[in-house]
């Protein structure tokens, strides 16, 4: 099974529209990501969380918000979805215990915007 | 601030020798990564430093220089299956975040 996963992995909806991406992860680690990726843009960083009770803004949060349900479980909303947020989203995970960082992916959800 | 930057494309020949570097402006460094990601997947991690210098894993070695803000992933007896983008990130001391750059496209042709 795979320790990080994304819920779901494809998805389209339209202008306007309240979407939910969810992310669980059963690595045990406390840091969660969201990034977008876009032809050209590489990952951008939306929103980060070291633990339940700390949430922060990435380099282009506006538009988004996310919710640490519990330590397993990072989502990310899209309040009223635009076009212009059509992209990847790559959920990830890091543990701050091992000293080196290094962040496990999820496989990504499309999200389509019409 | 950050900006990271990289080469968009690159193209090597199979068996051959590739060397993608990557700078970074940063208000507080803090650690530098490599990931590597195949059309349409996730990325995967390949290496991290944070003292100046080289650090060799198999077929792949990855240098830091603090001082000038460079960094470069090196790639020997390249593979078919070497073909992706290659991700550089930077780790910043405020908040502790991770940002990346553009990546690298690499496509090794026989």
């Known amino acids: 099974d795979a320790d990080v996963t994304q819920t779901p992995r494809n998805r389209i909806t339209k202008t306007g529209k309240r979407i939910m991406l969810e992310c669980s992860q059963t690595k045990g680690h406390d840091r969660m990501y969201w990034y977008r990726q876009d032809p050209g843009l590489g990952l951008r960083l939306i929103y980060y969380?070291?633990?339940?009770?700390?949430?922060n803004k990435g380099e282009i949060s506006d538009g988004y918000s996310v919710s640490r349900q519990a330590q397993a479980k990072f989502s990310l909303s899209l309040e009223s979805a635009i076009p212009n947020q059509t992209a990847l989203y790559f959920c990830?995970?890091?543990?701050?215990?091992?000293?080196?960082?290094?962040?496990?992916f999820g496989p990504g959800t499309r999200l389509t915007v019409t | 601030g950050q900006n990271i930057d990289q080469p968009t494309e690159m193209t090597a020949t199979e068996g051959a020798i590739v060397q993608i570097n990557c700078t970074y402006q940063t208000s507080g460094f803090n650690g530098l990564f490599w990931y590597q990601q195949h059309a349409g997947e996730a990325p995967t991690f390949l290496s991290y430093n944070v003292l100046d210098g080289l650090e060799e894993k198999g077929r792949f070695s990855s240098f830091l220089s603090r001082s000038k803000g460079y960094s470069y992933l090196l790639l020997k007896e390249l593979q078919m299956k070497d073909s992706a983008s290659y991700l550089c990130?930077?780790?910043?001391?405020?908040?502790?975040?991770?940002?990346f750059g553009p990546g690298t496209s690499l496509s090794v042709i026989p």
């Open positions: 990830a995970t890091s543990d701050s215990g091992t000293g080196d960082y290094e962040q496990y």
């Open positions: 990130a930077v780790r910043e001391i405020s908040y502790d975040k991770v940002i």
């Open positions: 969380s070291f633990d339940v009770k700390d949430i």
